[in-house]
């Protein structure tokens, strides 16, 4: 997404209306939450592996416990009653219901996350699932992973036992949460699991990925008895360009990062810039007949995910700044595969989030505009923003997280004026419950409306919640 607005303001609304109708939620993700990584049949992730490779997490943190969700799962549906969700969008962990290459279905698994939906519809929380939130099976992984099609064969099997599972109840189904970062930092840059450095891998990662989020649409449509809403997970780029160069470098990026996976599901087709730019990389002969239509199937809505903007600019030829992102981002360095002329990340203008990222509320304004112009009867949901700040716990153990409340009310006022302009925008899930093991940064980063203390794992409401509480209630944004 290519810049297009102006801040009118510092979008710190207040009186501002959300629509009936209109879903207020918070998201999780299963390796960053559940713990028990070796119980009740659970075999390991490549998250699993890749956070007990030394040097590849902070502190050499994994998920072996995390926050012990699996465990708590009765406290914190509790908890996220009486902050008022509406909805809550957690993952299933893949090698929880298909442990072995054997492909034999784990009950114990399937117990588990048919509780947690139970759970929620008793306490009037609409369960919004994700199939895939970056937990691949290392069985699958050892075979190729998503660089080999029968992944996505294995995908569909997948989404065929969890549609015959969960499909009479749950609200919501999502394929995959934000393939991007699977493809690209998975199998390109390697900072995250499984941490490969393969330009050509990312591109087949990026098709297979692809791939398997229409076949699991197909299947969870043939075992779904209830009546779901279909999605799909993307974090965007909001570009900006700096240099004479500026907007070939945000067109490349562009193509890699959104239409890469937009043009395909959206609109049946790769766009023809992207295979031009890659083509000394690969001839994109991973792509079969028919693919292209199995992808494209309809969804009833776009998950947008969105936490900061991007600048770019043509490299230069001197050596580029690497910037490692570790997560979610718009950074990651300089950006790859390309042709002979690469495109760099720069440093942008703060302030900051304790991720890095920079603070632009603008930018997911933008990005709505954007998406719903291209798209126009495509309805869009916010389906991750939040922030990770350095809280402090006061001396009555309370937690007052003024800059990440003050993020939260500049972000929905955004969103506000999104649907002001005419933007289809039917929820916003905020990122995340809970602090929790954050990919990269181990437990060093916390993003939770929800602390969590890593010695004892008691929860505590931090400010962000109670704020985000009252707007649930009121669904009305304050100061």
Same mark, same amino acid.
Request: aromatic fraction near 10%; proline fraction near 5%.
């Given at each position: 997404m290519t810049s297009l607005l102006t801040p009118r303001d510092d979008y710190r609304g207040s009186g501002l209306v959300f629509p009936d109708g209109f879903t207020f939620g918070s998201a999780t993700a299963s390796y960053q939450i559940e713990g028990a990584a070796a119980e009740d049949g659970r075999t390991p992730s490549i998250w699993d592996t890749f956070s007990k490779t030394p040097g590849r997490v902070w502190n050499g943190d994994t998920g072996d416990v995390a926050c012990d969700h699996y465990h708590r799962v009765d406290e914190d549906l509790?908890?996220?009653?009486? @902050?008022?969700?509406? #909805?809550?969008?957690?993952?299933?962990?893949?090698?929880?219901?298909? %442990?072995?290459?054997?492909?034999?279905?784990n009950q114990a698994g399937i117990d588990f996350y048919s509780r947690l939906v139970d759970g929620l519809l008793e306490r009037g929380i609409?369960?919004?699932?994700?199939?895939?939130?970056?937990?691949?099976?290392?069985?699958?992984?050892?075979?190729?992973g998503w660089t080999s099609r029968a992944t996505t064969d294995a995908?569909?099997?997948?989404?065929?036992?969890?549609?015959?599972a969960l499909g009479d109840r749950v609200h919501t189904w999502t394929t995959l949460n934000e393939p991007w970062c699977s493809a690209y930092l998975g199998y390109g840059q390697g900072g995250h699991a499984p941490g490969r450095h393969e330009p050509a891998s990312a591109l087949s990662?990026?098709?297979?990925?692809?791939?398997?989020?229409?076949?699991?649409?197909?299947? @969870?449509?043939?075992?779904?008895?209830?009546?779901?809403?279909?999605?799909?997970? @993307?974090?965007?780029?909001?570009?900006?360009?700096?240099?004479?160069? #500026?907007?070939?470098?945000?067109?490349?990026?562009?193509?890699?990062?959104?239409?890469?996976?937009?043009?395909?599901?959206?609109?049946?087709?790769?766009?023809?810039? @992207?295979?031009?730019?890659? #083509?000394?990389?690969?001839?994109?002969?991973?792509?079969?007949?028919?693919?292209?239509?199995t992808i #494209?199937?309809?969804?009833?809505?776009?998950?947008?995910?969105?936490?900061?903007?991007?600048?770019?600019r043509l490299w230069d030829g001197v050596s580029p700044k690497q910037q490692n992102d570790g997560h979610k981002g718009a950074a990651g360095g300089t950006a790859w %595969?390309?042709?002979?002329?690469?495109?760099?990340?720069?440093? =942008?203008?703060?302030?900051?989030?304790?991720?890095?990222?920079?603070?632009? %509320?603008?930018?997911?304004?933008?990005?709505?505009?954007?998406?719903?112009? =291209?798209?126009?009867?495509?309805?869009?949901?916010?389906?991750?923003?939040?922030?990770?700040?350095?809280?402090?716990?006061?001396?009555?153990?309370?937690?007052?997280?003024?800059?990440?409340?003050?993020?939260?009310?500049?972000?929905?006022t955004a969103a506000h004026r999104a649907i002001e302009r005419g933007v289809d925008l039917r929820g916003y899930f905020v990122w995340s419950l809970l602090d929790n093991f954050e990919w990269g940064y181990g437990y060093a980063k916390r993003f939770g409306i929800v602390r969590v203390d890593f010695d004892d794992l008691a929860r505590t409401v931090k400010d962000s919640g109670l704020w985000y509480r009252e707007l649930?209630?009121?669904?009305?944004v304050e100061g």
């Open positions: 509790d908890l996220m009653s009486d @902050l008022g969700l509406e #909805a809550y969008r957690f993952s299933i962990a893949w090698p929880r219901i298909v %442990p072995a290459a054997s492909g034999e279905v609409r369960p919004v699932a994700t199939l895939y939130h970056w937990d691949l099976p290392q069985y699958l992984e050892d075979a190729g995908f569909e099997r997948y989404a065929e036992i969890m549609g015959t990662a990026v098709h297979h990925l692809n791939l398997a989020h229409g076949r699991a649409l197909q299947a @969870l449509r043939a075992t779904s008895t209830g009546d779901p809403d279909y999605s799909v997970t @993307l974090n965007f780029h909001v570009l900006r360009g700096q240099g004479d160069g #500026a907007a070939e470098a945000m067109r490349r990026i562009d193509a890699l990062a959104n239409r890469a996976f937009t043009g395909p599901m959206l609109r049946g087709e790769y766009p023809a810039d @992207l295979l031009e730019d890659t #083509a000394s990389v690969t001839d994109w002969g991973f792509v079969q007949d028919g693919d292209l239509a #494209a199937q309809p969804i009833d809505v776009l998950g947008v995910n969105y936490y900061s903007t991007a600048t770019v %595969p390309g042709s002979d002329q690469l495109v760099e990340f720069v440093e =942008q203008p703060g302030p900051y989030t304790a991720m890095g990222w920079n603070i632009a %509320p603008e930018g997911l304004e933008e990005l709505l505009v954007s998406l719903s112009e =291209q798209f126009p009867e495509q309805a869009l949901m916010v389906t991750e923003n939040g922030a990770a700040f350095e809280d402090e716990v006061a001396a009555d153990g309370a937690v007052h997280d003024v800059e990440r409340t003050d993020y939260l009310r500049r972000h929905f649930i209630r009121t669904r009305t």
